[in-house]
């Protein structure tokens, strides 16, 4: 992972679907969507993510998802750990509460994006965080939003679980 103050920030992806958003989403929204992806970033050998639980961290692959579905190397960063650390205890305080997360608007994935943009200058592929809005651009999509809006994803971890933010 770390080479001198250099260290490897992939994003961690999951299709929380199983593979049956690929076969039933023709049918049911009208276009193909490949999965239902939750995110993670991992670095300094960790995984960090977040859902109804607010900011967490676990050993890489050791949520409830198991093993990534896919992998995206995201570069590397020079941020130390500490103060990697600190930011992400700031985010958990503040825009990432567990009472914020939102299926459609707060999720997982903005967290990614915005955890990669800060570590390594990129964001997390549009494919992931443009799903919400092509879902809910279906008739389908709109006709399930209340239901939907009222879903909380949390992917526990297994062990070496961490909460930022939370006291």
Same mark, same amino acid.
């Given at each position: ?12 992806v ?12 023709p ?42 579905? *896919? ?6 960063? +020079? #941020?130390?750990?500490?103060? !990697?650390?600190?930011? %992400?205890?700031? =985010? ?33 592929? *549009? ?6 809005? +092509? #879902?809910?651009?279906?008739? !389908?999509?709109?006709? %399930?939003r209340? =239901?939907?809006d ?18």
């Amino acid at each position: 992972m770390a080479n001198g103050s250099s260290y490897t920030v992939q994003l961690y992806v999951y299709d929380l679907s199983k593979g049956l958003a690929r076969q039933l989403s023709p049918m049911m929204l009208g276009k193909t969507v490949e999965g239902i992806w939750h995110t993670g970033i991992v670095a300094y050998g960790e995984e960090f993510f977040f859902g109804g639980g607010g900011v967490t961290s676990c050993y890489p692959g050791c949520t409830i998802l198991g093993m990534p579905d *896919s992998t995206v190397d995201l570069g590397n960063t +020079e #941020v130390p750990r500490d103060l !990697f650390q600190e930011y %992400l205890s700031s =985010l958990g305080e503040s825009t990432y509460r567990p009472e914020k997360y939102h299926l459609f608007e707060h999720n997982c994935n903005t967290f990614s994006s915005e955890v990669a943009q800060f570590l390594t200058g990129k964001k997390i592929p *549009s494919y992931i965080t443009d799903l919400p809005s +092509e #879902v809910l651009s279906t008739p !389908f999509g709109q006709a %399930l939003r209340p =239901l939907l809006d009222s879903i909380t994803v949390t992917p526990s971890g297994n062990n070496g679980m961490n909460g930022y933010g939370q006291r």
